[in-house]
DNA sequence: TATTATATTTTGAGCAGTCAAAACACTGCG
DNA sequence: CGCAGTGTTTTGACTGCTCAAAATATAATA
């Protein structure tokens, strides 16, 4: 049974993993994700790579094995199940959602995860847009493609919200950047770094910065 | 803040304390109930006294001081909300309650109960009777009496079962002993050691021991 | 009172996770 | 090539919690 600092670390590693793309997980990334000094990451890394959770490539990095992958996939499903618990029937903000399913999630059990699952009536989403493991393991690929890769002129709306920080996602909220909502692309700039878009429902216009874009997925419609 | 090893000793010095009635808890029986050896509990013990949560007298015992009291009524709090929904809503049996809620009352925030709490409809007992207490740490005292204090012939009605002993609430639930059902009581034999009732919507009769039948507590009437 | 049983405390050790700081290994640049 | 800067690993130490086993105190019984 893994400690819930291992699954805390195997979680991390899955989404730095993510949002790197590709590549082996470096040492000072995964330190500075999980807020330890370097030399803990180190340490907890071989012991991880002793475990068979991970393969560790030492100076290089650290990659999820096939064991690490379903451990990392078995939190996804539970902190987005939880959160959409939080949000969906205790009222939480959105502000407030991301360190209290945080620390759910290392506590719960697979039965309450399942149970959960029924009475929410099976998601397939969390209220970020960010697909639910089903207790089989099975997610759905990511859909939808960056907001900065939209050309202006097509119209979008938001499927997903890839972050878990809770400025992002509240500043995101304030601006009706939410998975649902119709928006038009009105300039994309590389030079400039931004991309401005128009809430079609409410005539606002936003700009945010290039590479927080890339962290909007967007289905193009029209 | 407290580690949730603190809150668990503290609240099992609560409760174990209810059970003995009065005077304070012996090593023995807090290490049993803990699952530790005496040495660890000893320890342990000696921790908590020097940050005020309990007072210990060598070679005798352990008792909460105030502080210690309110952090036992939080716990109390936790868990009995927990298992009201583990119950109500998630679905659980009462089988399988008792150990995921004392995972999860350390894992939650105050603003998580306090929002299940409104979300339940602020309940005063939880699914065994066992009063919860308000946010503020005010409890409603015991009420009932013990059901082995009953004289046969008296008709009366189950409010509370204490204990939290898996298989005692199995078999109280399987013999229809559960908060608000009727009972009439057949017999009442000390030397026996027994207690006999009746489900009066059932006719079922049931005996059970004298020693648990004090831990089922009864309101009687008529 | 002396002896035995039982409860309790002490001691020494270990595990998981962490840090600070020193040692080390790779860039890449002059 | 040699050296600086950055990232990485090693080392030694500490905290919280635990155990096993030895030492000690208390109570019970003969």
């Known amino acids: 049974m893994p400690t819930s600092t291992v699954e805390q670390y195997i979680k991390i590693i899955y989404t730095q993993r993510e949002h790197l793309g590709e590549g082996v997980v470096p040492m000072k990334r995964l330190s500075e994700a999980m807020g330890v000094t370097p030399g803990t990451a180190t340490t907890m890394v071989k012991h991880l790579d002793e475990v068979e959770l991970v393969r560790y490539q030492p100076r290089q990095g650290v990659l999820l094995t096939e064991k690490g992958e379903n451990l990392a996939l078995r939190m996804l499903r539970r902190h987005r199940l939880i959160e959409t618990f ?98 038009g692309v009105r300039e994309n700039s590389a ?15 936003v700009t945010v910065g290039f590479e927080p874009a890339g962290r909007i997925l967007v289905s193009e419609h029209g």
């Open 86 to 183: 939080l949000e969906q029937v205790l009222g939480y903000d959105w502000s407030e959602v991301h360190a209290d399913a945080e620390r759910l999630e290392h506590a719960v059990s697979d039965r309450f995860i399942d149970k959960l699952e029924d009475y929410l009536g099976y998601p397939e989403v969390d209220p970020h847009g960010d697909p639910i493991p089903t207790a089989s393991g099975a997610i759905e690929p990511a859909i939808g493609i960056p907001l900065n890769t939209c050309a202006p002129g097509r119209r979008v709306q938001i499927a997903r919200l890839i972050d878990d920080d809770t400025d992002f996602l509240v500043y995101m909220k304030n601006s009706m950047i939410v998975p649902g909502q119709d928006f």
């Open 191 to 205: 030079v400039a770094g931004t991309v401005t878009i128009e809430h079609l429902a409410t005539r606002r216009v």
